[in-house]
């Protein structure tokens, strides 16, 4: 409809807990011209100065520091990351080179595990993508990156996210390495 609107974003929310408005899960697609969303945008340029410095892919070192440590499956071309460094409980990231069947393989197998293994009832899941269309800025090398978090017991009237997160830093108890053995096993 709106071909100056090159950069899509994807995003569900599952149940209230993860921000959604009304009581079922519900998935949104958004697009932007001029500029991506400011933190997929951020992250676009964090990853032009990693390459700049250190002469590498920042996704495939993100990868690789993952694996290092035993916290990636690959599901086909996809890397399936249980994030070192979450936003939010459970936080799995997953890195593929395009929307491939593998990548949207590997979000079925991830909701899946984290519903039946970690009891995870509501959540948000985010694909963060390069531009549809040719833009003049750099893209090279970033690939397509879902990201999928835990929000919490729906019928915990608690929230879980303060002002620590809102202006300082993530807070987050769970442990990858548990994440990781439900994925895997």
């Not at 197998?109 to 509501?122: A, E, N």
Request: charged residues 20%.
């Amino acid at each position: 409809v709106d071909p100056a609107a090159r950069y899509l974003f994807f995003l569900w929310n599952c149940l209230w807990k993860s921000g959604a408005s009304i009581l079922h899960g519900h998935a949104q697609m958004t697009s932007t011209r001029a500029m991506h969303y400011a933190k997929i945008e951020a992250l676009r340029r964090q990853a032009l100065t990693y390459r700049a410095t250190y002469g590498t892919n920042y996704f495939d070192d993100l990868a690789l520091a993952h694996r290092s440590v035993g916290l990636v499956t690959d599901i086909g071309d996809t890397a399936v990351l249980c994030n070192l460094t979450p936003v939010k409980e459970k936080e799995v990231l997953l890195v593929a080179c395009s929307l491939t069947s593998d990548l949207r393989r590997a979000i079925a197998h991830v909701l899946d595990r984290i519903v039946h293994r970690l009891g995870v009832t509501s959540f948000n899941l985010a694909i963060y993508m390069p531009p549809l269309a040719a833009v003049p800025e750099d893209w090279g090398g970033f690939p397509h990156v879902v990201r999928i978090v835990d929000r919490g017991d729906p019928m915990n009237q608690t929230a879980d996210v303060g002002a620590m997160e809102m202006y300082a830093s993530s807070v987050v108890s769970s442990d990858p390495f548990y994440v990781a053995d439900a994925l895997t096993t």
